[in-house]
């Protein structure tokens, strides 16, 4: 799939419905709002596949009143696909909200399938997905640099036990090999920590 989604001139956008009727609401409010790349899903069968081939940049999901198997199903893909999803019930409760926000549901709205508010509800699933994830990569960098940092610090005990080394002098040679075999400081140290365990002297 995609990265970040955007309102770029054509996004591609995957209405999700098996009612023909509701189907019809949601494409024509897309279409009167400029969003002309629209695909309808009725079958539900091999879906992920359906979605990998379309590559859509948003995905609309309108169950009417689901299941709790088809709920679940559509929570399901919610978390597989790295893209907005709105989507449209018509009753809900606490549990089901909870659970559609935990699955990254972008928007998930209750009795609110009208024409003329599906722009804004796309807009806004895009806009909250793109905030999210923005959260998440800073996220997953922050809990990388840091075990980065931890793997440096490892690093830098073993050499200064085994070879008398001052942890600026640790450092220094560290860096120094990164940059003259041009690696990241990380995978230098991630070195020097297997071999010490490979000559079982490894520290903690």
Do not use: C
Request: hydrophobic share 45%.
């Amino acid at each position: 799939m995609k990265g970040p989604a955007s309102v770029n001139a054509s996004p591609i956008v995957v209405v999700i419905d098996e009612n023909d009727v509701r189907a019809a609401i949601l494409e024509d409010g897309l279409r009167e709002a400029g969003l002309v790349n629209v695909h309808r899903l009725s079958d539900t069968t091999n879906l992920m596949r359906q979605l990998v081939r379309l590559d859509p940049d948003v995905i609309i999901i309108d169950l009417e009143n689901p299941s709790r198997d088809v709920l679940e199903q559509m929570f399901l893909v919610s978390r597989s696909v790295s893209r907005p999803v709105a989507m449209f019930v018509d009753q809900s409760d606490s549990e089901r909200t909870n659970a559609a926000m935990d699955a990254g549901v972008s928007a998930y709205v209750v009795d609110g399938l009208k024409k003329e508010r599906i722009k804004t509800i796309v807009d806004m699933a895009i806009s909250r997905f793109n905030t999210f994830s923005k959260l998440r990569i800073e996220l997953e960098e922050a809990r990388s640099e840091l075990a980065d940092r931890k793997i440096i610090e490892r690093a830098k005990g073993i050499m200064m036990q085994s070879r008398g080394m001052s942890e600026d002098e640790a450092y220094t040679l560290l860096r120094r090999t990164a940059m003259t075999q041009k690696k990241r400081l990380a995978d230098i140290a991630q070195s020097v920590i297997t071999a010490s365990e490979l000559l079982g002297g490894a520290t903690s």
